[in-house]
C-alpha cells in the first residue's frame, strides 16, 4: 500500500504534457481586390503565423517548397493567437492556393525564443484552400448580402443556401451578425464558423460595422478579426464592373446615451467619415466604374439620431453623386425606396430574414431578393447609365 501511495504522489509530480497547438477557428478571407488579399486564422496558443501561397497549376502542394508570407509588423514576427497576413503583388483574375501555419512560441526572453508545435491547413488528405483575386476587366460579377442575423446560425445557412455559392464570387455582411460584442467565442459560435464552413475560406466576406457590433466591452477587437490590415472600417472595393463604397454608420442613439457609459465618439466619427466620403466620390475611381453601390447598415431617415447623422451627413454627397443603388438594413423589415428627383437612385432596406443575390454585368444590374424558403420577396433591375 505505501509502494502504491509513492508512486502516486511520484506521478503527481511528473510535469503534465502540454496539449499540441492546433487551429482553433479556420482561416477566411478579407479583403480581396485585383492585387491583394487578407488571410484571417485563429489559433489555440500564443504563436508565430504564416500563409504559405502556391499557383493554381496542377502540381501537387509538395511538390516545392512554397513561398512564406510572415504574419509580421514593422520587421517583427508577432506573436499572437489572432493570425493576419496581407497578401500583396497578386495577379489580377488569378486562383492562387494557399495554407496557414501556426507554430507556438513556448517562451521569448531577450533574444532567445523558444517555440513549440506547429499546426496548418491539411493539403495532403485534401485539397488546399484556395481563391481567386478580382480583376476590374471581369464583364460581370454576382455576390449576395445579408444582415441583421443576431447570432442565428440556422438562418444564415437558410439564407446564403438560397444562393449558388460557386456561382457568387463574394458575400456582403451589412452589420448586426451579433446581438453585441463579449468575446471571441461569440463571434464564431455566433456566425463566423458557419461562414466558413459555407464559403469564407475561399471566397470572400466584406464585412460592413452595424450598430450592434459597436457594443460591449469587446467592441473596440472588432478591426482585429474584420478588414485588419486596413487603416478603417469604411473602404472602397471595385469588384469587376462594380465600385462599392462601404460605410460604417455607427451607432443608432446619441454619443450620450446611457447605454454607452460615455465611451461613444461616433458623431465625430461621422464627421471625419464624411470628409473620406467626399474624397471617394470625387475620385477617377468612382466616377469611371460602370456601375457604384453604396453599402451602409443604418438606412437615412429623419426618427432615430443615426439614421439622422446617415441623413444629415452622407446623403447629400451621395445625391449630388449619384450612385445607382444604396444597401442598408437595420429595421428588421424589407423596404425598397425607388429613385426620385431628390434622391436619384433606389435605396433597398433588407430585412433580417432575406438575402439579396445580385449579378451586374456590361448592360444592367439585377437585384433579387429571397426569404429563407426561397420565395422571391422583390426583383428589379438597374440599368447601365
Known amino acids: 500500500m505505501m509502494k502504491r501511495t509513492l508512486i502516486y504522489l511520484f506521478c503527481l509530480l511528473l510535469p503534465v504534457p502540454a496539449l499540441a497547438i492546433r487551429l482553433k477557428h479556420s482561416p477566411y478571407l478579407q479583403n480581396v481586390t485585383d492585387t491583394e488579399a487578407t488571410i484571417v486564422w485563429v489559433a489555440d496558443k500564443m504563436s508565430v503565423g504564416w500563409v504559405e501561397l502556391a499557383p493554381d497549376d496542377g502540381s501537387h502542394f509538395y511538390q516545392t517548397e512554397r513561398p512564406r508570407y510572415w504574419d509580421s509588423r514593422d520587421g517583427i514576427k508577432r506573436e499572437d493567437s489572432v493570425h493576419v497576413v496581407k497578401l500583396t503583388g497578386l495577379k489580377p483574375g488569378t486562383r492562387y492556393r494557399y495554407r496557414v501555419y501556426a507554430q507556438e512560441v513556448l517562451s521569448h526572453r531577450d533574444y532567445r525564443v523558444h517555440y513549440g508545435d506547429i499546426a496548418a491547413t491539411d493539403v495532403w488528405s485534401r485539397q488546399p484552400l484556395s481563391f481567386v483575386t478580382s480583376s476590374v476587366n471581369s464583364p460581370s460579377t454576382t455576390f449576395a448580402v445579408v444582415n441583421d442575423?443576431?447570432?442565428?446560425?440556422?438562418?444564415?445557412?437558410?439564407?446564403?443556401?438560397?444562393?449558388?455559392?460557386?456561382?457568387?464570387?463574394?458575400?456582403?455582411?451589412?452589420g448586426d451578425m451579433v446581438s453585441h460584442f463579449t468575446s471571441e467565442d461569440q463571434i464564431f459560435k455566433g456566425f463566423m464558423d458557419t461562414s466558413i464552413k459555407l464559403f469564407a475560406a475561399e471566397k470572400p466576406m466584406y464585412y460592413v460595422r452595424g450598430n450592434h457590433e459597436t457594443r460591449r466591452t469587446f467592441a473596440p477587437n472588432f478591426h482585429r478579426y474584420f478588414s485588419p490590415a486596413e487603416p478603417n472600417l469604411y473602404f472602397t472595393v471595385r469588384r469587376g464592373p462594380v465600385f462599392f463604397v462601404m460605410l460604417d454608420t455607427g451607432e443608432d442613439k446619441p454619443d450620450t446615451d446611457l447605454e454607452y457609459g460615455g465611451i461613444t465618439d461616433y458623431d465625430h466619427y461621422r464627421d471625419v467619415q464624411a470628409e473620406w466620403l467626399k474624397e471617394v466620390l470625387a475620385s477617377e475611381a468612382y466616377r469611371t466604374a460602370p456601375y457604384k453601390v453604396v453599402v451602409g447598415?443604418?438606412?437615412?431617415?429623419n426618427d432615430w439620431h443615426g439614421d439622422c447623422e446617415v441623413e444629415q451627413k452622407f446623403m447629400s454627397l451621395l445625391r449630388q453623386a449619384a450612385p445607382d443603388l444604396m444597401l442598408c438594413g437595420h429595421l428588421h423589415e424589407y423596404i425598397h425606396h425607388k429613385a426620385t428627383a431628390d434622391t436619384p437612385f433606389p435605396i433597398i432596406v433588407n430585412s433580417n430574414a432575406a438575402v439579396l443575390k445580385i449579378t451586374a454585368d456590361g448592360n444592367r444590374m439585377e437585384v433579387v431578393a429571397t426569404d429563407t424558403e426561397g420565395k422571391q420577396i422583390d426583383r428589379f433591375t438597374v440599368n447601365k447609365r
Open 149 to 174: 442575423i443576431h447570432e442565428d446560425n440556422a438562418k444564415l445557412e437558410k439564407l446564403l443556401g438560397q444562393c449558388d455559392m460557386k456561382k457568387t464570387d463574394f458575400v456582403i455582411y451589412n
Open 297 to 301: 447598415h443604418i438606412p437615412p431617415g
